[in-house]
């Protein structure tokens, strides 16, 4: 398997028209690798693959059918088989990356920025009036608002969305109402194969499918839209993906342990209304004192998934639209616009009132751009720079 960094190096590999490489490839090259990163990609795509919780806790997708037929779509929509960066930002941005645009002097220099490509940046926050989103959400329920203005403008149908029950265990949801991305606001730690949700959304009929979920997720989505293959699934019905920055991610290990800690203190997970990162500590807001319960991360680092140590992409540089918390200050979101209908979108969403935008200080970006080179660095084992 070739890690992101190293895959987009070669700029001038296509994405393959038509691929024959059949489930046992896929585990092969990334499950027995141990890359996986759970999107859920492959079996959103294919009934003959199934993740249950055991699948999930493992990183194993599993090939539950006696013959496979071999298509070749879970190894190709699959962001950990190879991931032609280049090429996908090409397909969807219509510009080159940093290497071809030194080469390419029409090709604009956008790309060679550690944050991908990108239009406009804004710190974001929801306007109070256009709902009561106090308390629920992250940070400046940015993506809560945007996907709620898609949906009352009919930009969307649906939004695929990742809950969470009363344990914090994260569940997909097709939302189409506004109270229902209401109640799946917030950031789940958890690692989870949200993908799935596209093929919940395909199945109840959604034509306009919206999708927030974290980078290797919208790398796998992106990868379903541009590749070339003679199937029919439903790609087209995809419409909008919004992509959250990713530090890492944990496994569900992580809940078990918190549960434990809470329950020292007579507190549990079911009391528990946010969880954060900032700097080197898990934040846990909630239960019957209200108080907040530190967690260092170095506590916790034994159950960062295994699957996010070759990722490279901080923030989402394939979406349409990417959020995170860095880069602005507390109560805002930093909102990347890429594409254009992700420019329409935020452009729209300020214009009807579902969000107010200021500038974001050139100290916060600095930041963001900081922490996106980092990780180009850890997931490429030390050997990315910034321009990749
Ligand atoms: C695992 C993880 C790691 C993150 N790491 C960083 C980081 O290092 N730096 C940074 O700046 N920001 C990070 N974020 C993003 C940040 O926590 C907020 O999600 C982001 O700022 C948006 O805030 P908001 O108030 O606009 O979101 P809200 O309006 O509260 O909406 C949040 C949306 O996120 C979705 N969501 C929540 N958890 C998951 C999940 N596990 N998988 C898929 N979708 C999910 C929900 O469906 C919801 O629609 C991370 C998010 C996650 C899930
Ligand atoms: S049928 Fe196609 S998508 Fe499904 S497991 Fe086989 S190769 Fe993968
Ligand atoms: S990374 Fe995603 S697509 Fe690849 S095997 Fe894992 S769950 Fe499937
Ligand atoms: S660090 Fe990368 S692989 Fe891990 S959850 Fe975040 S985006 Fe996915």
Sequence with gaps: MRTEAEAGEFVNVRLPIFLEQGFSCLERE??????????????????????NEESRN??????????D??????????????????????????VARASEAREASEAREASAEPLGVYRSCYAVRS?????????????GGAVTSLLAYALEEGVLDSAVVTAAD????????????YE???????????????????????????????????????????????????????????????????????????????????????????GVKKFDIKGKELLISGGASGGVHKI??????????????????????????SVGSVGSE??????????????????????????EVKEVEEKGLGLVRRLAVRKKRSGSGGKAGAGI
């Design 127 to 139: 306007k109070k009036e256009k709902g009561d989103l106090e308390g629920r959400v992250q940070d």
């Design 180 to 270: 229902d991305l209401k109640a799946a606001a917030g950031t789940k730690y958890t690692i989870y194969p949200s993908v799935l949700g596209v093929k919940e959304a395909f199945e109840e009929g959604c034509e306009s499918v919206g999708f927030v979920g974290l980078p290797c997720q919208i790398q796998g989505l992106r990868k379903v839209q541009t590749s070339e293959q003679p199937y029919e699934v439903g790609k087209e019905k995809i419409k909008l993906l919004v992509g959250l920055f990713c530090m890492e991610n944990f496994s569900a290990g992580l809940l078990e342990f918190v549960s434990a800690r809470l329950e020292k203190e007579g507190l549990d997970l079911a």
């Design 58 to 67: 493992e990183l194993k997708p599993e090939f539950v059918e006696e013959y």
């Design 166 to 177: 009363e344990q914090w265990r994260p569940q997909t949801r097709v939302a189409r109402s």
């Design 330 to 355: 507390e109560g805002w979101s930093t909102v990347l616009a890429r594409t254009e209908l992700g420019e329409e979108v935020v452009k729209g969403a300020l214009e009807k009132g579902f969000v």
């Design 30 to 51: 990334v499950v027995a690798e141990r890359v996986c990163c759970l999107c859920g990609t492959c079996a959103a795509f294919c009934e003959k693959i199934k993740i």
């Design 69 to 94: 037929t071999v298509c070749g779509l879970c190894y190709a929509f699959c962001p950990r088989t190879f991931l032609p960066f280049s090429e996908l930002e090409r397909r969807i941005f219509g």
């Design 296 to 321: 260092a991360l170095d506590e916790i680092k034994e159950y960062e998934s295994e699957g996010c140590s070759v990722c490279t992409d901080y923030t989402a540089e394939l979406a349409d639209i």
